[in-house]
């Protein structure tokens, strides 16, 4: 584990059951939970079950069989609510110049309506 991991954040305590989300699907390294304030009718986050801070501390860190369980998982999460070809967006805040909040890595996938513009 990165030895800047902060154990007591949210999604830790998800991942320990010590918080309740609302699970969308799971797999061996990935999790999928709908987003407590929706920014869309369909507003899931994914995040891998291991210890990564941001995008860059999984892709550097992750083994290969979790970077196959968690985009594999997004893509079932995409199957789940039919939006394959009618669209969404897939967005990773990290760090304070993108306004991460919380500190273990996660893809917003947002759906369900025209989502405007990249950045407003
Ligand atoms: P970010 O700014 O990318 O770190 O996004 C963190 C997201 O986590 C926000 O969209 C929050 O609404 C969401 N969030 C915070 N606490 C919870 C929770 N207990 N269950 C589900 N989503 C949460």
């Not at 990935?30 to 009718?41: E, K, V, W, Y």
Request: glycine content about 4%.
């Amino acid at each position: 584990m990165n030895n800047l991991y902060d154990v007591n954040n949210i999604f830790a305590k998800i991942l320990r059951s010590e918080v309740p989300c609302n699970k969308i699907l799971e797999n061996e390294h990935a999790l999928a939970f709908s987003d407590i304030n929706p920014q869309a009718p369909i507003h899931t986050l994914v995040i891998p079950k291991n210890s990564y801070i941001n995008f860059y501390d999984f892709t550097k860190n992750a083994s290969t069989k979790e970077h196959e369980s968690f985009w594999k998982l997004v893509n079932e999460v995409i199957e789940h609510y039919k939006v394959e070809v009618e669209g969404f967006r897939i967005i990773t805040n990290s760090g304070n110049t993108g306004n991460q909040d919380v500190p273990h890595f996660h893809i917003h996938l947002l759906a369900g309506k025209n989502l405007g513009k990249m950045i407003g």
